[in-house]
Nanobody, 130 residues
Framework: QVQLQASGPGLVKPSQTLSLTCIIS??????????WNWIRQPPGKALEWMGVIDYDGNTDYNPALKSRTSIARDTSKNQISLQLVSVAPEDTAVYYC??????????????????????WGQGTQVTVSS
């Protein structure tokens, strides 16, 4: 059973850098072919995918957040991290880490791939306020 545990400061002041950690147990972050995501949900809004780091250490980011976001991993500790710089009150949200893999489907006429999320952390609340 894979478990993800996200943790962070809880309260961050505007213009500061938010740093979160997600510790993974029950599975290696280098295992083929899984990816490890950061996703957030502001109050009253939909989930927003922030970025991902895959089993090879390759990263990808939401274009809307790319200039402020950095995702890294520590394979010795089996954990991933998120840094979000220059935070503002709009960055207040519950932040989740989640595992995904690409699953191939048949539409009836063609194959297509879709990311499927199978394990989520419990989420950690981050409030940006002075």
């Amino acid at each position: 059973q894979v478990q993800l545990q996200a943790s962070g400061p809880g309260l961050v002041k505007p213009s500061q850098t938010l740093s979160l950690t997600c510790i993974i147990s029950g599975g290696s972050i280098t295992a083929n072919y899984y990816s490890w995501n950061w996703i957030r949900q502001p109050p009253g809004k939909a989930l927003e995918w922030m970025g991902v780091i895959d089993y090879d250490g390759n990263t990808d980011y939401n274009p809307a957040l790319k200039s402020r976001t950095s995702i890294a991993r520590d394979t010795s500790k089996n954990q991933i991290s998120l840094q979000l710089v220059s935070v503002a009150p709009e960055d207040t949200a519950v932040y989740y880490c989640a595992r995904s893999s690409q699953v191939t489907y048949w539409s009836g006429t063609y194959y297509y791939e879709r990311d499927e999320y199978d394990y989520w952390g419990q989420g950690t609340q981050v409030t940006v306020s002075s």
